[in-house]
């Protein structure tokens, strides 16, 4: 599936209120991500094509690749979006520098339809890289409110892991050279490790958990949710 899940964007102008609390100062230090964005014309054949170029992501320097696939809320049939984790920005920025994904061989090109490319820096980061099943929303923030809003992501992080839900994580992330259609948002993931643990947290929220008046603090400080998405995400390299 075709992937425009925009993992979170903004102007420059409006990170610097983020990265002037101690939370996104600290988060911009914790490695960054770079996302091609296309529409697969059969997804299974082209994510089997994208495993086998092992050499493209010793190449670019990745540190980890893998893919979201967008299965609810997609805006296309294809929607497939490819990561590569990397140590910083600066990897990040040189590894997207050496290989341009719009001019891809034939074999490869014929499998899909570009859209754009992305690179991304965490304000608040994964605690730790274990993609799965993953709820994927593009918002809008006030840029004040961004430090207390990963201050209130974090703390219902560890609320609902302490409720039971021990592969619930979540990030927000802004985007660099993201176009138009990152411009002006942030992206915030919620991932758990599959499609029923993720459903039971929702359902916890529901019944009347008690994190929940954090999710509903957290939530109260949006402004807009421009998407909203549940991905399948899997990574399939990790560099040696």
Not at 200 to 220: M, P, R
């Amino acid at each position: 599936m075709n992937k425009f899940i925009a993992l979170g964007c903004i102007a420059a102008c409006s990170v610097a209120p983020a990265l002037a609390d101690n939370h996104g100062a600290e988060s911009m230090g914790n490695g960054a991500f770079t996302t091609l964005f296309v529409s697969a014309k059969d997804v299974d054949s082209y994510i089997d094509s994208v495993k086998s170029s092992t050499a493209l992501f010793e190449a670019i320097g990745s540190d980890a690749a893998g893919y979201c696939e967008t299965i609810s809320g997609r805006d296309e049939v294809g929607q497939l979006m490819i990561w590569n984790a990397f140590a910083s920005v600066t990897d990040a920025l040189v590894g997207g520098s050496k290989y341009d994904a719009s001019k891809a061989a034939a074999d490869m090109a014929s499998q899909r339809e570009f859209k754009y490319t992305a690179t991304w820096a965490p304000l608040k980061p994964f605690p730790r890289l274990d993609p799965g099943y993953e709820r994927a929303m593009r918002i809008k923030l006030k840029p004040e409110n961004v430090p207390a809003f990963i201050a209130a992501i974090t703390k219902m992080e560890a609320e609902i892991i302490a409720a039971g839900h021990d592969t619930f994580m979540n990030g927000l992330f802004v985007a660099m050279g993201g176009g138009t259609t990152e411009a002006g948002t942030y992206y915030l993931k919620s991932i758990t490790s599959s499609v029923e643990t993720h459903g039971a947290v929702i359902d916890d929220y529901f019944a009347g958990a008690s994190w929940g008046a954090t999710y509903n603090e957290a939530s109260a400080m949006i402004d807009e949710v421009v998407n909203d998405q549940f991905e399948i995400c899997e990574q399939f390299y990790t560099a040696e």
